[in-house]
C-alpha cells in the first residue's frame, strides 16, 4: 500500500549561506539533487523564506526545494540602497547557482515573490522551467504610483514602540485566524527584522510593470489565488499569461503555506510533474 504523503513525516528543513553580490544569501533547502528541477521559492515583502518552512517539509520528500531570503530581508545582507526587481532577481540566481549550477529550474513566488519569478524567466528564459504564481501584484501605472507614494508612511521604528502596534493590527487582519498567536508572533518578527529597509520590496514590486510582463511569459504557469489582499487583482489579471493554469484557494489568506501546506503541496508538485504544457482553466471574469 502507498503511503499518503500527508501522512509522511516532514523532510528536514536545513540553512546555508551562500555569497553573493551584496554579501551573503541565506538559504533554506529540503529534498536532495535528482528529485527533479529544483524548485526556488520566493518570499513576499517583508517576510523570508520562513512562511516556506511547513511547505518545504512537504515538498522535500519530492523535489529539490531552495528558499532564498531576498537581499535585505531575513538573515540575508542587504543592498547599500533599494534594489529594482531586475537587480534582486540577479542577486537570487547569482547566490543559488551553487546549489543549481547546471539545467532547469522552476520558481515559485508568493505576492513580491510573483514578481520575481516572472523577472527571473524573462533574465533567464534557457533556465527557468516553469512558474508557480500566487497571487499576482499587477498595478496599472496610476496605481502603482499611488502605491509608491503611499509608502512614505510605512510604520518606521519608534522609540516608543509606536510603529509595532500598527503593524500588529495590520497583520492580524490579514492572517488566517486558525493559526493562533505563536505563529502570528513570529511572523510579526520576520516583518520587524529589515527595520526601515521594510519597504524597498515594495518599492521594487510598484517600479516594474508586471501588467505587461505578464502576456510575455512563455512557459507553463500555475496561477494560485488564495482569498488574501491581492486576490480580486490577480483575479483580474491572470488570464493575461498565455495558456496558464489557475485555480482558486478558497479560504487561504496569509499563512496560506503553513494552514494549507499539504494541500498547496500537492498542487505545487502535481503541476510540475505534468506534461509540458497544463490545460488551460477557466479564469474568473
Known amino acids: 500500500m502507498t503511503a499518503n504523503p500527508r501522512d509522511i513525516a516532514p523532510a528536514v528543513v536545513r540553512r546555508a549561506y551562500l555569497d553573493s553580490r551584496w554579501g551573503q544569501t541565506h538559504v533554506r533547502i529540503s529534498g536532495a539533487r535528482g528529485l527533479g528541477p529544483p524548485l526556488l521559492l520566493l518570499h513576499p515583502t517583508p517576510k523570508s523564506g520562513w512562511i516556506y518552512e511547513t511547505l518545504m ?42 546549489l543549481a549550477p547546471e539545467g532547469s529550474v522552476d520558481v515559485m513566488g508568493y505576492h513580491t515573490g510573483s ?36 509608502l512614505s508612511s510605512w510604520p518606521a521604528p519608534e522609540i516608543e514602540g509606536g510603529h509595532l502596534g500598527r503593524l500588529w493590527s495590520i497583520m492580524r487582519a490579514r492572517t488566517h485566524p486558525a493559526l493562533g ?21 515594495y518599492a521594487a514590486v510598484y517600479g516594474y510593470d508586471l501588467i505587461a510582463a505578464l502576456p510575455l511569459i512563455g512557459r507553463p504557469t500555475l496561477v494560485l ?26 479560504g487561504a489568506r496569509h499563512g496560506v503555506f503553513e494552514h494549507h501546506a499539504a494541500e498547496v503541496a500537492e498542487i505545487v508538485t502535481g503541476f510540475l510533474a505534468s506534461a509540458d504544457r ?8
Request: aromatic content about 6%; proline content about 12%.
Open 115 to 150: 514578481v520575481l519569478a516572472v523577472a527571473l524567466s524573462r533574465l533567464y528564459p534557457e533556465r527557468v522551467r516553469r512558474l508557480v504564481l500566487t497571487s499576482l501584484p499587477a498595478y496599472d501605472a496610476p496605481t502603482r504610483a499611488a502605491k509608491l507614494e503611499g
Open 57 to 98: 517539509g512537504r515538498l522535500g520528500h519530492r523535489c529539490f526545494a531552495i528558499a532564498p531570503d531576498t537581499p535585505g530581508y531575513g538573515a540575508s545582507d542587504p543592498p547599500a540602497r533599494p534594489a529594482s526587481i531586475e537587480d534582486l532577481a540577479l542577486a537570487i540566481m547569482e547566490a543559488v547557482t551553487p
Open 181 to 201: 498567536a505563536d505563529w502570528l508572533h513570529a511572523s510579526f518578527a520576520e516583518n520587524l527584522r529589515p527595520g526601515r529597509r521594510g519597504p524597498w520590496g
Open 225 to 250: 489565488n488564495p482569498e488574501d489582499d491581492l486576490h480580486a487583482v490577480t483575479a483580474a489579471h491572470a488570464a493575461l499569461i498565455p495558456g496558464a493554469a489557475y485555480m482558486e484557494l478558497p
Open 278 to 285: 497544463p490545460e488551460t482553466q477557466s479564469h474568473p471574469r
